[in-house]
């Protein structure tokens, strides 16, 4: 099968194919281009119908065959070093007969809360006065929740894991087989098959052996029966699809809500109601960053929050920052230790979030409902046959869905270039993978495109982008004009709009220029609100919108040293670039008299701005009345004399923050 795959064309990555197939540490997954794989079904399906007869997988394929046998073409294949799985892109619940309008339908569940979820489990969006949710105590219990983070360099939890197992029992979660070679020299995880007799061995011991499970959901290990859980890694996804748009991808807001979901249920396994108390060690990078961020923690419930920030703040406040410190709480909560419970009691309360990125955090689920509705709507076209109709699903939606998450946006740009594809418009597909590729990354596997004819040369970023607008057919360009009137002029000159809306106009006027534009801080990853990459150039210009700031107010010293830690992140993060600067959009106001600005932070009114969008505007339509030759040679002009990204930071640069009186 692997050789039908590898005629599949992988965007010139033939050589990374080869080597996830020969490497088994690999964990690197692969996305085969999906018309690629639109083209090749008929392949795929011959291979699968042989695999099919084979008697020791007939049964494993009975339902997934039945499934997607007639709608290969429209799922995603992915590929790993041991699994090549296909999966439908977004899920078609509407398809199946049992979820149809025609069924009454209760549905039934005892952790999905968010309505992004619901839409995709269930089809439909379900009105919160038909949600019925009476009060129980099920996973409110007492907990302590200890973090690997605060550590001190060459402190490590791996040691001390297996001392306390030998007093006490302990369940590891870890996400994959993988991961737990980690506790490999105290237990390893049961295959699937020998599970269950595995977890009732573990419910009957009453010594402190280490036992390790590759799954944790439906499995109850209340009061005595297990007290402490050790938390390696997110619980990611079940699908390889899931993973791939985790890992490579980094779609995290996307999968925000269904990860608070899983990590309910994670912290649940051993604490079953008020009465039950456990301890949770947190001992990955990745859960430990994901339990900090103040956006994550806003899906979690009240109690569950609180816990968790409890947790941050004894590491703080007891300076906890070695294993022995750890394991001495962690004895005081299992000897219910009279300090430890008045701790609890006064302590555990509904602490305050950020304001900012708790309103974020509800903005984004508002636009990933929005998101789910369509994905469901996409799917169900896609079944029918009807891909004209499952793009317009997601074009209707993309510019809204992008102001809340620009990865989601990529994905759906991925997909609507596929259904142009189906349709043979090659052109308006080209600029859908474009945006795609902006949003997702260089390394989606796409189809890139190009003009062959002499003088049609197109080699920056900014070029290339702009070729694809300009040279495509009039209703494309059409398309293009409106999404951005909508997305970018309208936002900047209405007046009304709040900083949050601004950061992806302005995200989405660096995408428009050819820019890798993303919102780092939207997506939890530690940089400044908006940040434009020219890969062309070598260069790179962040943003930091204080539009929401009055106009007498000055930048305080908290403004001005995250604009420090900005511009470290930059440097660190994009090594092979230059950062020109660090943008703050807002009132050309002084910083106060204790902050210390960089030479590298400038201020630059909202106004300024607003002149480049309507220069920019203006630009796509006088090149439009140009006829294709002069087009290419207008573009080239423009980039060097006004748009290319030097020159743009060279007319928003004229004001540094330190120059601005106090």
Not at 176 to 204: D, G, H, I, M
Not at 254 to 263: G, N, P, Q, T, V
Request: proline letters at 5%; hydrophobic letters at 40%; one cysteine or more.
């Amino acid at each position: 099968m692997s050789r039908s795959i590898s005629s599949i064309p992988t965007n010139r990555r033939l050589e990374t194919f080869n080597d996830v197939l020969a490497h088994s540490p690999s964990r690197e997954i692969l996305l085969a281009p999906p018309f690629s794989l639109y083209e090749n079904a008929s392949v795929l399906a011959a291979i699968l119908r042989r695999l099919r007869s084979d008697e020791a997988v007939k049964e494993e394929f009975a339902y997934r065959w039945g499934a997607l046998a007639d709608h290969i073409q429209h799922c995603a294949l992915t590929i790993s070093n041991d699994t090549i799985e296909l999966t439908p892109p977004f899920l078609p619940i509407t398809t199946l007969p049992y979820f149809t309008e025609a069924v009454r339908h209760v549905y039934l569940s005892a952790t999905i809360n968010y309505k992004s979820d619901l839409i995709r489990c269930c089809g439909r969006e379900i009105p919160d006065t038909n949600i019925i949710a009476p009060k129980n105590d099920a996973g409110e219990g007492e907990r302590l929740v200890m973090f690997s983070r605060y550590l001190k360099d060459g402190d490590d939890l791996d040691e001390a894991i297996p001392t306390l197992a030998r007093e006490h029992k302990i369940v590891v979660s870890v996400p994959s087989y993988a991961a737990a070679k980690r506790w490999s020299t105290v237990a390893t995880p049961p295959r699937p098959e020998n599970f269950s007799t595995a977890l009732e061995q573990f419910r009957q011991r009453t010594t402190g052996d280490l036992s390790s499970f590759f799954r944790l959901d439906g499995i109850d290990l209340p009061d005595d029966v297990c007290r402490i859980m050790v938390m390696d890694g997110l619980p990611t996804g079940a699908t390889q699809l899931e993973r791939y748009q985790w890992q490579t991808l980094s779609m995290t807001n996307a999968l925000a809500a269904k990860l608070a979901s899983r990590i309910t249920q994670l912290f649940g396994r051993i604490n079953r109601g008020t009465r039950d108390f456990s301890v949770h060690i947190v001992v990955s990078r990745a859960l430990n960053n994901w339990l900090s961020n103040d956006r994550n923690l806003a899906l979690l419930s009240p109690l569950m929050r609180s816990q968790i920030q409890l947790g941050h703040a004894l590491h703080e406040q007891l300076d906890i920052h070695d294993t022995n410190g750890i394991v001495s709480l962690v004895d005081a909560v299992l000897n219910r230790d009279e300090e430890w419970l008045e701790i609890y009691r006064n302590e555990i309360q509904d602490k305050d979030l950020d304001p900012v990125e708790r309103d974020r955090s509800e903005l984004v689920e508002e636009k990933m409902a929005a998101a789910a509705a369509a994905e469901v709507r996409f799917a169900e076209f896609c079944w029918q046959g009807q891909a004209d109709q499952a793009r317009l699903a997601l074009e209707d939606v993309v510019a809204n869905v992008a102001r809340g998450d620009g990865r989601v946006a990529g994905w759906f740009n991925l997909w609507i270039g596929y259904c142009y594809e189906i349709a043979g418009d090659t052109a308006s597909a080209r600029l859908a993978y474009q945006l795609a590729r902006q949003k997702l990354g260089s390394g989606l596997p796409l189809p890139l495109g190009s003009i062959a004819r002499p003088g049609f040369d197109l080699n920056t970023a900014f070029q290339k982008k702009l070729g694809s607008i300009l040279l495509a057919t009039p209703e494309a360009f059409s398309r293009q004009e409106s999404l951005f009137s909508q997305g970018v002029v309208s936002p900047f000159t209405s007046g009304g709009s709040s900083a949050f809306a601004l950061e992806e106009a302005l995200r989405q006027l660096g995408e428009t220029m050819g820019y890798d534009a993303s919102r780092p801080d939207n997506e939890g990853l530690g940089g400044p609100d908006v940040l434009w990459v020219d890969a062309s150039s070598g260069t790179l210009l962040g943003f930091e919108l204080k539009t929401d700031k009055k106009a007498s107010s000055s930048y305080s010293i908290e403004e001005v040293g995250k604009g420090h830690s900005y511009l470290e992140w930059l440097r660190t993060s994009y090594q092979d670039e230059r950062c020109l600067g660090l943008v703050y959009v807002g009132p050309r106001s002084p910083a106060t008299q204790r902050a210390t600005p960089s030479d590298d932070m400038y201020v630059v009114e909202v106004a300024e701005l607003v002149m480049i969008v309507h220069a920019f505007r203006a630009f796509l339509r006088e090149a439009r009345g140009f006829d294709a030759g002069s087009r290419v040679a207008f573009i080239k002009r423009k980039e060097k004399e006004e748009f290319g990204l030097p020159k743009i930071f060279e007319r928003l640069a004229a004001t540094r923050m330190r120059s601005l009186a106090g």
